[in-house]
């Protein structure tokens, strides 16, 4: 008898190790965040045993998939899985919907001497429970979000504001996507899928309610942060939901900013390409001004261009500090009347402002308080 795990809770709690049998594509488009893909089939394996199947019925796919992975192909696949359940005992395979391919994956584990449990439904079963749960838990929780204006550094509060350590149950949404926010916010390595970054958050938020948290304590984000959405249940909730403000001064929002959309965007691109990190890093500059281009009108998005092509050539000589001017013009003309624009439309004033100490103490106080 082949264990199956209908567990999904304690699974996404404890971070179960998962192996994705899945082909390379399905998994590309998103999986479940300590997934990682050993496919039973390729690409084109299971793209062959598909024809087959519309063509000639199941009885004719099978057969065909036991003849495509076989042989030193089946044992090297055999030893892949071995070789992560060995290293993750705890762990569970899954493929789609729980059914053939887990199965002879987990069958073809057992003849090698390896009881290893599969996922009872597979990535959709648990797909479905993870958006069911994380809609519930947005709609019936209580939410409690970190407004204030670009560059006031709200991540870092909720990343350090607990002396170096997180905010207790805030979740770092800006983290799972992969994106500083704003139009310059992208970074050197690529986004998740939309699916995986909702798989990923929806994981952090069992891990919430699991821990006990009171409040769910989230950066007041747009519908976007890069290419990902905010879920639709989370974008509902944050409309009527209470937040604070932090408040900070343009001094410190434009250091603040320059320190992270410059020098540590320039840091993480020249570890990836020493040599032309710093052409890469001036041209996604200059490619996230023209993103807003249409927004700031043709002549402050030419006297911006002009400041940050000399603010780049002076960094390039080896003085950055120049990216202050236009990143505090871009501030006070550009983000600070759109986030005017935004507070304005919001039903509800904050439920306290202050800098980023007292914020820190109020979101630490608020997380310990029923309701």
């Known amino acids: 008898m082949m264990t199956e795990i209908d567990d999904f809770e304690s699974v996404l709690r404890s971070d179960t190790p998962l192996i994705d049998t899945r082909s390379p594509t399905e998994f590309a488009k ?17 793209e062959a045993v598909g024809r087959c199947y519309k063509a000639q019925g199941q009885a004719a796919a099978i057969r065909l998939g036991h003849e495509l992975v076989s042989g030193n192909l089946r044992e090297e696949r055999v030893r892949a899985w071995q070789t992560f359940a060995t290293r993750h005992p705890d762990g569970a395979l899954f493929c789609f919907r729980g059914g053939l391919r887990s199965e002879i994956a987990q069958q073809w584990l057992q003849h090698a001497g390896v009881d290893f449990p599969r996922i009872k439904g597979g990535y959709k079963a648990m797909r479905r429970w993870l958006i069911d749960t994380s809609d519930n838990l947005i709609s019936n929780g209580h939410l409690l979000l970190v407004g204030g204006p670009t560059g006031a550094a709200k991540t870092r509060l909720l990343n350090e504001g607990n002396a170096g350590k997180p905010i207790p149950g805030s979740i770092d949404l800006e983290g799972l996507a992969n994106h500083r926010g704003s139009a310059f916010g992208r970074r050197v390595t690529e986004q998740p899928t939309q699916i995986s970054f909702e798989l990923a958050f929806g994981a952090q938020l069992v891990k919430h309610r699991c821990n006990g948290h009171r409040k769910l304590i989230l950066e007041d984000e747009g519908r976007l942060i890069g290419r990902c959405a905010l879920p639709l249940a989370l974008q509902s909730a944050r409309g009527d939901a209470d937040w604070v403000q932090l408040d900070a001064s343009i001094e410190a929002r434009v250091q603040h900013s320059y320190e992270n959309y410059i020098l540590k965007n320039l840091e993480e691109l020249l570890v990836q390409d020493a040599a032309g990190g710093f052409d890469h890093f001036a041209s996604g500059l200059l490619e996230s001004l023209e993103r807003i281009q249409k927004r700031l009108g043709g ?41 005017e624009y935004q507070m304005n439309k919001r039903n509800r004033p904050p439920v306290f402002r202050g800098n980023e100490g007292d914020v820190a103490e109020y979101l630490l106080h608020a997380a310990q308080r029923h309701g």
Do not use: C
Request: proline share 7%; glycine share 4%.
């Open 30 to 46: 998103g999986s479940l965040p300590a997934a990682v893909n050993l496919p039973l089939m390729n690409n084109e394996e299971r």
């Open 299 to 339: 002549e402050r998005f030419d006297a911006l261009r002009s400041t940050m092509l000399e603010a780049l050539a002076s960094h390039e000589r080896g003085t950055p500090e120049m990216h202050k001017t236009w990143i505090r013009q871009l501030l006070t003309d550009y983000y600070d009347p759109m986030y």
